[in-house]
């Protein structure tokens, strides 16, 4: 998916939220975001896709799994009938 679609589906989810809201609140929030954007204006290469993906480590799978295992704790008690 390339960013400009996945921008285009945001901002249509986002647009989903708002439209049923009240004018005053969707002036509100017109000027908050008006605000955002007199701030320092910078262009990130970063995409919503960079905040989600897979787990990054040095150790392999099989010793995540160990690691997991060995850190269960077992300390459940079982009450008489």
Known sequence: MKTTDLNTALLDNYFGLIKN???EIKINLIEKIAKT??????SSNSSLTDAFGAWKSKKSADEILIELRDHRNFDRQIEAL
Do not use: I, Q
């Open 37 to 42: 954007l007199k701030g320092n204006v910078t």
């Open 21 to 23: 809201l009240s004018p």
